[in-house]
């Protein structure tokens, strides 16, 4: 049974995995700044109330991990922050905002967790087609699709900085996924995919990806976007 850290688990994408992995017999620290009583009450979730645009907020992964695991065996970043606006209508404090939870979120996590990620660890990370180079992009999304952008190229960066501990990196270029989120920024657009279909998904890549993957970007859409 593997520790698996999954943030955005509030609703969506990272709800549904939690439960997942948690059915599955695995233990899972459920990080995100709302947390349905749901994982509160699974014996195999363990659930912090974290900001992650907020770098100190991080302390309490901290010492979780310092007192409780010890080791863990994968992290699967999936929260995020999505701004919908005309680009000459989106201040830098809008940047700000979703880079804080997309970009540096994800950074600061990873730091955090190094000293207990080893050999077979496995780091995913949730992007989205709009960061992928050459894909069709939704107008409006300058910060959040520039965001994803970033996340791909910070993943592929660690993979090859800790290739020798036998740490792997790999990101997930997700297409439109029936999401609250999706709903919020695009209301009546109907998505191919659901939340919890996409969830078994990232469920098995999480546990065997990385015998075949790392530093790599898989698009997983059946539409374009």
């Known amino acids: 049974m593997k520790n698996i850290i999954i943030t955005g688990t509030s609703r969506g994408i990272g709800y549904e995995l939690a439960l997942q992995f948690a059915n599955a017999g695995h233990q899972v620290l459920a ?13 195999n979730i363990s ?5 992650l645009s907020d770098e100190s907020d991080l302390e309490k992964v901290k010492v979780f991990l310092s007192t409780s695991w010890k080791k863990v065996d994968a992290i699967i970043h999936n929260a995020g922050s999505l701004v919908l606006k005309p680009f000459s209508e989106t201040t830098q404090k809008d940047f700000e905002d979703v880079y804080k939870v997309n970009v540096f979120g994800v950074a600061n996590l990873t730091r955090v ?48 900085e800790y290739k020798e501990r036998g740490i792997s990196f790999n990101v997930l270029a997700l297409g439109a996924v029936q999401t609250e989120m999706l709903q919020e920024a ?36 059946s539409t374009n976007p």
Do not use: W
Request: glycine share 10%; aromatic share 10%.
């Open 186 to 221: 695009f209301p009546g657009y109907e998505a191919p995919i659901k939340a919890d279909e996409i969830a078994d998904y990232i469920f098995n890549f999480t546990l065997t990806g990385n015998k075949y993957f790392n530093g790599k970007v898989l698009q997983v859409s």
């Open 113 to 160: 967790a190094l000293p207990y990620l080893g050999k077979g660890s496995h780091v995913v990370t949730i992007s989205s087609m709009g960061g992928i180079q050459g894909s069709l992009k939704f107008a409006g999304l300058a910060a959040y699709s520039s965001s994803k952008g970033a996340v791909i190229t910070l993943s592929e960066l660690l993979a090859e």
């Open 47 to 51: 659930c912090l109330s974290v900001d």
């Open 31 to 43: 990080v995100s700044r709302k947390t349905p009583r749901i994982l509160i009450e699974h014996k």
